[in-house]
């Protein structure tokens, strides 16, 4: 099993910057591991934001967060990053964290997706 554990949410105001954490404890994360950040909005369905394969720190993005977000990942603390740059008000959602410990293809799809953490609220005001 693996437990996901987020943090770095909060309020900020448009074009403010927060970093969010997604530290995994059970199991590590390996070569043949990807993780990814979801969102989720009120009324909306879950959507990929971005996603990085450990092996080689290759990088993934949505079209909405490109240029603007950026993933990353510490094999030493078990951890992912999101940084999250130039928010606007469209990017207030529910931030997920989602890690596949046995897949070396970064996929947009949540259900390729085996653990998730609870979901840290990011909330952007105008």
């Not at 989720?40 to 490109?66: C, H, L, M, T």
């Not at 990053?81 to 046995?102: E, H, S």
């Amino acid at each position: 099993q693996v437990h996901l554990a987020e943090s770095g949410g909060g309020l900020v105001q448009a074009g403010g910057s927060l970093r969010l954490s997604c530290t995994a404890s059970g199991r590590t994360f390996s070569v043949y591991s990807v993780a990814a950040w979801f969102r989720q909005a009120p009324g909306k369905e879950r959507e990929f934001a971005a996603g990085i394969k450990w092996n080689d720190g290759r990088e993934y993005y949505a079209d909405s967060v490109k240029g603007r977000f950026t993933i990353s990942r510490d094999s030493a603390k078990n951890t992912v990053y999101l940084q999250m740059n130039n928010l606007n008000p469209t990017d207030t959602a529910v931030y997920y964290c989602a890690c596949d410990l046995y897949s070396n293809v970064v996929l947009s799809t949540p259900s390729n997706y085996d653990y998730w953490g609870q979901g840290t609220q990011v909330t952007v005001s105008s």
